[in-house]
């Protein structure tokens, strides 16, 4: 179906106003969208192309049951046209629902399998999903079909540098800026190899992109972040921030983050959880091993360890805990916090063993295994519940340093990292919640302290192990020399030893001074100050 069939039945003003939206949606702009869509919107509210623009434009915005229930009725009206499926599967995506949103694409694949899009977007979930060998290919159709793909060769860049071929990484990122100069992903790919620098040419390139007319939100905010790096490695903090400043506040114009509804949702969950029953079969889950924490608080390096011993496999940051709940709020037509209170003991080892049957595949060649989410943090009640003999390993760092790497990193989606007062009150929840849950249950909950790793390697190591329940191995110690593929901004890191030297927030001075201030800490210099 063209796209000409897809404005039958609009007139010509509003059929004006379809093709401003998808220009304004394409560079990532909703409320510039939202200002186009109106028109058509006034005339046509039913019109299934309307209806999709509008589920980009809430998908943008974080508005994910309004952007599936607009795609809903839109497919209903043109069930067959593969365009839909793929925006459909993407909404669903942004929301998590990643079985969902695999079914939808694979869908859109099946009507029109020379659509290059669908095929790169179905990689991208399938990466989410920590399924890599079913996202490479499906990522290498994308290619065959498209060799000019940016997104998609920029992927396969990515799975190099997962893999630990730094060299084949940045040749393929080259390949894509050498095409695509406003590139934004393949820029923010070069940065995240924190071995190689980005160059002082770079800098320049990276400069002229971002002025470049042609260059989209989603790609200015990656080059903003990679400009930043750059400019932090060439020891010019100031400009760095700036350029850290400007990116956030791109993607803070598209949707803000609720710190008053972020807790009152998280006091109704502990409400709920603190009271919960759990699973009838104590038993559940005692080879899983969950490793959660805010990000860049050294969730992955909890995980090399471990999976460095040969009961363990590392999975990575696997989807299966929040898929599982998802499933049984759709099953039961509710959120889950107004049906985990009426869970019996049968339930929710129903639901344990439904994760557990999510996850086999990482049994199949170690006995054990970490999942290693970091936002599982949020889920530490219903994990205790579903899976009571889980272990459960909360990783914490220095505030200030945990605070100004997420800032620094180019998280898609995690909206608290946009600015200082967001950054402090999401940690300051992560800090109750972790140390409410740590009083609950100290037994199966362990507080492994990143800077109290790096002083005693080898006491905290043991202790870790021991916690794990796991005998001591002295490749734990060196799991610097494992070969496994890690998939986190901090694979490089955990391919070398523990280092004394990774704070930075000394680096920036006062110029971090708000976000001290956000987090009840001393400012710079002052008496009481102590990085």
């Given at each position: ?85 793929n925006t459909y599967g993407n909404v669903l995506a942004d929301a998590g629902e990643f079985d969902a949103a695999i079914a939808a694409l694979r869908r859109a694949c099946e009507l029109k399998p ?291 790497s997420c800032y620094r990193q180019h998280f898609a989606g995690n909206d608290w990292t946009r600015d200082f007062a967001d950054l402090a009150a999401y940690w300051h929840a992560f800090d109750r ?99």
């Open positions: 179906m063209n796209a000409n069939s897809r404005l039958a039945g609009l007139t010509p003003a509003a059929a004006q106003c379809i093709v401003a939206t998808a220009h304004a949606l394409e560079a990532g702009r909703p409320d510039d969208a939202a200002r186009a869509l109106a028109g058509a919107l006034a005339s046509h509210p039913e019109h299934p192309e309307a209806l999709r623009l509008e589920a980009g434009i809430f998908t943008l915005r974080g508005q994910h049951a309004q952007a599936a229930a607009a795609m809903q009725r839109a497919l209903a009206q043109r069930p067959h046209d593969a365009l839909y499926h020379d659509f290059a899009a669908a095929w790169y977007n179905l990689g991208i979930v399938l990466v989410r999903c920590v399924r890599y060998r079913e996202a490479e290919a499906a990522l290498r159709r994308a290619l065959a079909i498209d060799p000019r793909n940016a997104g998609a060769r920029a992927q396969l860049a990515d799975a190099l540098k997962v893999a630990g071929d730094n060299d084949a990484a940045i040749a393929e990122y080259r390949k894509v800026l050498a095409a695509h100069p406003g590139a934004g992903m393949a820029w923010w790919g070069l940065a995240n190899i924190k071995t190689v620098p980005l160059t002082m040419a770079d800098v320049e390139s990276l400069r002229a992109a971002l002025h470049d007319a042609r260059a989209g939100d989603d790609d200015r905010i990656a080059m903003g972040f990679a400009l930043a790096r750059a400019l932090d490695d060439q020891g010019r903090p100031g400009e760095s921030l700036q350029a850290l400043a400007q990116a956030n506040a791109i993607a803070r114009r598209r949707r803000t983050w609720d710190a008053a509804s972020f807790d009152a949702h998280l006091a109704t969950m502990d409400a709920v959880l603190a009271r919960a029953s759990g699973a009838d079969d104590p038993a559940l889950g005692g080879h899983v091993i969950f490793v959660v924490g805010l990000p860049r608080s050294g969730t992955t390096l909890a995980e090399q360890i471990l999976a460095s011993h040969s009961q363990v496999e590392g999975a990575g940051e696997l989807p299966d805990l929040t898929l599982t709940l998802n499933e049984e709020s759709r099953r039961r037509g509710a959120p889950f916090a107004q049906w985990a209170a009426t869970l019996a003991p049968a339930d929710w080892s129903r639901l344990g063993r439904r994760y557990l049957e999510r996850t086999a595949y990482w049994c199949e060649r170690k006995p054990r295994f970490v999942d290693k989410m970091p936002n599982n943090w949020i889920q530490i009640g219903a994990i205790r519940a579903m899976l009571p003999a889980a272990r459960i390993v909360v990783c914490r760092r220095d505030a200030l340093e945990t605070c100004l919640t972790a140390r409410a849950w740590q009083v609950r249950c100290p037994r199966s909950l362990r507080l492994h302290d990143y800077e109290a790793l790096v002083a005693e390697p080898a006491t905290q190591i043991r202790e870790l192990l021991d916690f794990c329940g796991l005998p001591f191995e002295e490749a734990c110690l060196r799991f610097h020399e494992s070969a496994r593929a890690v998939r986190s901004p901090s694979a490089a890191q955990v391919r070398q030893p523990l280092r004394a030297d990774t704070a930075r927030a000394g680096d920036y001075g006062a110029l971090l001074d708000p976000l001290r201030v956000a987090l009840g800490l001393p400012k710079f210099g002052s008496a009481a100050h102590a990085d």
